[in-house]
């Protein structure tokens, strides 16, 4: 029976999925990573550490599979979008990895979106800081011995793709969020690249996400015992595996991404840029598609340093605060620990409780962050509404997702229904095995991209839905307030 892998390589740890046939699980393994902040706004990886993981875990899948993982056909790459991976004339990492929530190049952002206005429909979005060209040009300015050493610029799955087959290759979903890529032509943009003093020759070649990149160098299909022909497909960026996942491929398909950070995806027929409203509008993992993201830089996050500062176990606190759950809690938070980028694109918001009083428990922090997170998708569902992109429902995917009493809230607070799907947390590595096979049997992607089992449609409570409406907008003006007071920081 045919096998399929999916590597996801988060910002909180790597995942590796093996799938048969049949798209049932099989296994699974994780390997936690650690993201270093030595500087404020900074966020940096060593690719090392990825590859490492992800060699872990597939150790893992092969001791527990053991014939499964021998008849493995294809493997498809899933991985944290933006990340800059800066590789020297031997294919070596030069630095550790600028990764997607790294705030520090805001100015050559700035810098970027006022000098070069007319690429930012092409590209999708206004340059923001997480994405990758800004990273460069920070490099360039801050570390330009480094940034002439700079011979290939990586994306983290890609890391992965280059220690498997040796081959320099992205998607179009991952490429897509570097703010070099023309997004209706899929193709580097000459013009963008030229803005922050590169070429094409500094890129990685293109393929679409169902398409093969290459297949596995010898030394790997010894060190696995795997087979010598096994294709490793092109993947994507995790917001967009997780749509593949999810069987989120046609016009108007719609989720909620609950992982470390959040988005607000919604699949497009065509390429519909609304650089305005702050809505990325990127390439789809399959071709002749597209999609329209809000992106923020909170999600679960949130959560698991809420339950950390309080030295609580997460799901023993989510059981405690739902059984006093029944209003919108008295405390407000901003869950901007990492800045946020759609609606502020504003690295230096930061996290606030508002509200506190002596009466105020554990419990009510823990409501206090699951509703801000989200209340900051409320903002994303208006951005997208702004752009011209109606949400009348949504999928969850994510770790969050595994929360009932969190999609209830989300629910009532963005008053739409959202449904909950079997296996829904397996998101980008479960996509990036499905992407694994089409690259493998060249099968239509609508009979391989399918929804998964509907676990339940969680409807909005009215009553709290009208509750939540007011405090939505006191959460909108308490940033207002306060952004002044972030800027300074």
């Not at 991985?79 to 990764?99: C, E, F, K, T, Y």
């Not at 027929?269 to 992106?295: I, K, N, T």
């Not at 992407?435 to 409807?459: F, I, M, Y």
């Amino acid at each position: 029976m045919a096998h399929y892998l999916g590597i996801d390589v988060g910002t909180s740890a790597a995942k590796v999925i093996l799938v048969d046939e049949w798209q049932a699980v099989v296994a699974e393994a994780d390997v936690p990573l650690q993201v270093s902040r030595p500087q404020d706004l900074w966020s940096e990886q060593d690719p090392e550490a990825w590859w490492k993981a992800v060699q872990a875990a597939l150790d893992q899948l092969r001791v527990t599979t053991g014939a499964a993982f021998a008849d493995v056909r294809g493997i498809g790459l899933s991985g944290q979008m933006h990340g800059a991976v800066l590789l020297d004339d031997s294919n070596r990492p030069l630095r550790p990895a600028i990764l997607w929530n790294d705030g520090r190049s805001f100015r050559e952002a700035q810098e970027l979106g006022a000098q070069h206005p007319e690429l930012s429909r092409a590209m999708g979005v206004i340059p923001m800081p997480g994405f990758t060209a800004p990273k460069l040009a920070w490099l360039a300015r801050h570390e330009p011995e480094t940034f002439r050493a700079v011979r290939k610029v990586l994306l983290p799955k890609d890391y992965i793709r280059l220690q498997l087959t040796g081959a320099i290759v992205t998607d179009m979903s991952d490429a897509a969020g570097t703010w070099w890529l023309d997004e209706a032509r899929r193709d580097w943009s000459d013009a963008a690249l030229a803005a922050t003093g590169l070429t094409r020759d500094h890129m990685a070649s293109l393929v679409e996400g169902s398409q093969a990149s290459g297949t596995l160098r010898p030394e790997i299909v010894q060190q696995w015992g795997m087979r010598s022909d096994v294709v490793v497909a092109g993947g994507g960026g995790d917001a967009a595996t997780g749509a593949v996942g999810l069987g989120a491929i046609d016009d108007g398909a719609a989720f909620i991404s609950l992982g470390t950070s959040g988005q607000l995806f919604v699949t497009t027929r065509d390429f519909s840029p609304a650089p305005e409203a702050l809505v990325h509008s990127f390439c789809h993992a399959v071709p002749s598609r597209w999609f329209q993201m809000a992106a923020m830089l909170n999600g679960a996050s949130c959560l698991a340093w809420a339950a950390n500062l309080l030295k609580r176990d997460i799901g023993e606190l989510l059981r405690e605060t739902e059984a006093v759950y029944r209003k919108p809690s008295d405390v407000l938070f901003l869950p901007y620990l990492a800045g946020e980028r759609t609606p502020h694109n504003d690295p230096h918001a930061r996290g606030v409780f508002f509200g506190l009083s002596p009466n105020t428990q554990q419990t009510d922090l823990a409501q206090a962050v699951l509703e801000g997170v989200a209340y900051s998708f409320a903002d994303a569902k208006r951005a997208l509404e702004q752009a011209g992109t109606p949400l009348p429902q949504a999928g969850i995917i994510g770790g969050g997702s595994k929360s009932r009493f969190w999609t209830r809230i989300f629910a009532s607070v963005l008053n739409i229904p959202i449904t909950r799907y079997q296996g829904s947390d397996k998101g980008p590595a479960f996509g990036a095995a499905r992407l694994a096979r089409l690259a493998t049997t060249g099968e239509a992607q609508e009979d391989v991209c399918t929804a998964p089992s509907v676990l339940e449609a969680v409807e909005p409570d009215p009553q709290l839905a009208e509750l939540y409406s007011p405090r939505i907008e006191l959460f909108r003006s308490l940033y207002r307030a306060l952004k002044p007071e972030f800027a300074r920081s």
